[in-house]
């Protein structure tokens, strides 16, 4: 199976015009073609060229399951935010409604059936039938830098939550960046991050690296973004499908999913209930134990 990353920009940039980084992996990993297009149509016939024929998974930045409800957001959304800390755009109909995108992952589906290459709106494990796998490259950061952290305490798992909630990359794309940003500010940004990124197993970071080496101009490094972001986005949907003990796939099929890179401590983040408990319908402890405050209970051998 082919493993291809789309870093699908959604909002429309202030100056120039909109350009979509497609990559494609080889069996190592490692980028093995990169291309920029300027719409979704586009990125379907290029995805349909680069994996000629074979069945891929193509990992993207963009909702992929969007339930019928004209809703602003999923309850993914919701989860990621109160468990990660980490705030997702709003992936409702509603809310996409508005973008200039539209409903874009039910439009890259129909763009890449109607290029002959129907797919799954998820991964298929089996690896039978192409699909898509919806990755946040901002997600997959916080869980790389995450996991080389010193903050890690084993011991104190409170303290490790909250202090992982709190741990953001810095922002390094121009739609988080200060419009005033010269080139080389951001250049220096960008740079600092991909330091901080110690090579990871399973993700190309040096095609970003070279990228920026050459970028003089505040295109080219946001070029050079964009490579990173695609990388990312590849290099998750790789790990899920050959390591998934080291990924999470988070929501469910229906609703809305995301998929990350995850160590033991990211899954067990994720598999707490925070959400306030409800009071029980019916008491679960025994009567002896809710009344021995005020009575004192004895059994009078009506029952073995």
């Not at 110690?198 to 690296?209: C, I, K, S, T, Y």
């Not at 490579?227 to 229906?254: K, V």
């Amino acid at each position: 199976m082919r493993i291809l990353g789309a870093d699908l920009v959604r909002e429309s940039p202030p100056d120039g015009p909109v350009e979509h980084t497609l990559v494609l992996l080889d069996d190592d990993g490692r980028m093995a073609r990169g291309e920029r297009v300027g719409s979704l149509p586009e990125v379907a016939a290029t995805a349909g060229a680069l994996t000629a024929g074979d069945s891929f998974l193509l990992g993207v930045n963009i909702p992929v399951v969007v339930p019928g409800k004209a809703a602003r957001a999923r309850p993914v959304e919701s989860q990621i935010r109160r468990r990660f800390g980490f705030k997702l755009p709003p992936g409702g109909r509603a809310a996409l409604a508005a973008e200039p995108l539209g409903i874009a992952g039910e439009a890259l589906i129909a763009g890449l059936a109607t290029a002959g290459l129907p797919c799954l709106p998820y991964p298929d494990r089996d690896r039978r039938n192409s699909g898509l796998a919806e990755c946040y490259p901002g997600l997959s950061l916080k869980a790389l830098l995450w996991e080389s952290s010193s903050l890690i305490d084993p011991a104190d798992q409170a303290r490790s939550e909250e202090l992982f909630r709190a741990y953001t990359a810095s922002p390094y794309r121009a739609a988080k960046l200060p419009a005033r940003a010269g080139w080389s500010e951001r250049a220096i940004g960008l740079e600092l991050l991909l330091r901080a990124l110690q090579p990871v197993n399973g993700f190309d970071l040096e095609p970003a690296r070279g990228a920026l080496a050459r970028a003089g101009t505040v295109q080219e490094v946001e070029r050079a973004a964009g490579l990173l972001d695609a990388c990312l986005i590849a290099g998750t949907a790789r790990r899920y499908l050959d390591s998934p003990e080291e990924s999470l796939f988070f929501g469910d099929r229906d609703s809305g999913y995301v998929i990350l890179p995850a160590d033991g401590f990211i899954r067990r983040v994720a598999l707490a209930d925070t959400r306030p408990q409800a009071a029980e319908l019916f008491p679960q402890a025994s009567l002896r134990g809710r009344l021995s405050a005020g009575a004192k209970l004895r059994s009078l051998d009506l029952l073995s």
